[in-house]
């Protein structure tokens, strides 16, 4: 079972910065997950909360703020000391980091990304993303379907995930059928064995989220499951 680094090593680090996708390397972690989202002058920059607030030493939404605003905030400070001075990360640089460690990749896109601007967004995803080199291993995913499936349109040749938040719907083998998804990424508060047992065994691989117990990461390694997202992946 693969163990994916849930926005870097962010049991170490603060999430989705350098220090936390650099502390990846001397651990021997090989796959990482991060979220897309897009500054108010179009600047592709890794972060998951709609608003600043949570990971910053500022407050506000992400897509109201230029790309040199979100510069000059601190996105360290507030895991430790030793991190102040953290800055944004772009994709670009996120790109070249992959490649110059031949690392994978799971890609969020954020579901904030307003309608009027999904189409230069994922424009600019695609653009991004056709830099990885081709031998990493690259899945895109999204609690939003419909941007999901606009994306795919886009860039067919990456497998693409459905983000399900809650119990797992009924018509969840439709919906991923719907969209030629390969793999779902479910909440693991409320999966069951079954649940994956009927997953796998119509060619849908599963990749769980957000698992940070070792005895719950065994038990589902036993169920079939593909791989979890966790702040531990070394362990």
Avoid: C
Wanted: hydrophobic share 45%; no cysteine.
């Amino acid at each position: 079972m693969i163990k994916i680094a849930h926005r870097g090593i962010s049991a170490q680090a603060p999430e989705n910065t350098r220090a936390a996708f650099n502390k990846m390397l001397p651990l021997g972690v090989s796959w990482l997950e991060t979220d897309i989202d897009i500054s108010s002058d179009n600047q592709l920059i890794l972060i998951h909360d709609n608003q600043v607030d949570r990971t910053s030493d500022s407050e506000g939404e992400v897509n109201h703020k230029s790309f040199s605003e979100l510069q000059k905030i601190d996105f360290g400070g507030w895991f430790g000391t030793d991190f102040v001075g953290e800055h944004i990360v772009t994709l670009d640089w996120l790109i070249d980091f992959i490649n110059a460690n031949q690392l994978n990749v799971n890609f969020e896109l954020k579901t904030a990304v307003t309608e009027d601007n999904q189409q230069y967004y994922l424009k600019r995803v695609v653009s991004a993303l056709n830099r990885v080199n081709s031998g990493s291993d690259m899945i895109v995913s999204s609690f939003n379907l419909e941007l999901l499936e606009k994306y795919h349109q886009l860039m067919p040749q990456v497998a693409i995930g459905v983000l399900i938040e809650g119990p797992l719907p009924d018509n969840i083998l439709a919906l991923a059928q719907k969209i030629d998804a390969k793999y779902i990424h479910p909440d693991v508060t409320y999966l069951t064995q079954n649940q994956v047992s009927y997953l796998v065994a119509n060619q849908l691989a599963v990749n769980v989220w957000t698992v940070d117990d070792d005895l719950m990461a065994i038990e589902l390694e036993k169920w079939g499951v593909n791989a979890i997202f966790t702040d531990f992946p070394e362990t």
